[in-house]
């Protein structure tokens, strides 16, 4: 669960600094082998939703929540809802990405 909960912060905090009315839902599905988590907000503009460049550059203090995402779940991507937008990111049920680089 500690993957699940460090994406979640990620995406609640991009929600929070890159639109203007901040998330406004929250949803979290458990089910069979995966985590679904997905952060809804008002704003339907999904294009400005992509990995940061700064994610590659080890020195910089911000723009790694969709690379953190990425390397931990095991897809994400956003989906456009009746009301704006939600980014979504799914990860395994039951082992961190930490067991999972260990071979475990």
């Given at each position: 669960?500690?993957?699940?909960?460090l994406v979640?912060?990620e995406l609640?905090?991009?929600a929070?600094?890159h639109?203007?009315?901040?998330?406004?839902?929250?949803?979290?599905?458990?089910?069979?082998d995966?985590?679904?988590?997905?952060?809804?907000?008002?704003?339907?503009?999904?294009?400005?939703?992509?990995?940061?460049e700064?994610?590659?550059?080890?020195?910089?203090?911000s723009?790694?929540?969709?690379w953190?995402?990425?390397?931990?779940?095991?897809?994400?991507?956003?989906?456009?809802?009746?009301?704006?937008?939600?980014?979504v990111?799914?990860?395994?049920?039951g082992?961190?990405?930490?067991?999972?680089a260990?071979?475990?």
């Amino acid at each position: 669960m500690d993957d699940a909960v460090l994406v979640v912060s990620e995406l609640v905090g991009n929600a929070v600094r890159h639109t203007t009315a901040g998330p406004d839902c929250l949803t979290i599905e458990i089910g069979g082998d995966q985590v679904v988590v997905a952060v809804h907000d008002p704003e339907p503009d999904d294009a400005r939703v992509h990995l940061s460049e700064a994610a590659a550059d080890p020195l910089a203090e911000s723009g790694r929540g969709l690379w953190l995402a990425q390397t931990l779940a095991r897809r994400w991507y956003v989906e456009t809802t009746a009301v704006g937008k939600a980014v979504v990111a799914v990860l395994p049920r039951g082992k961190t990405a930490v067991s999972r680089a260990a071979g475990s």
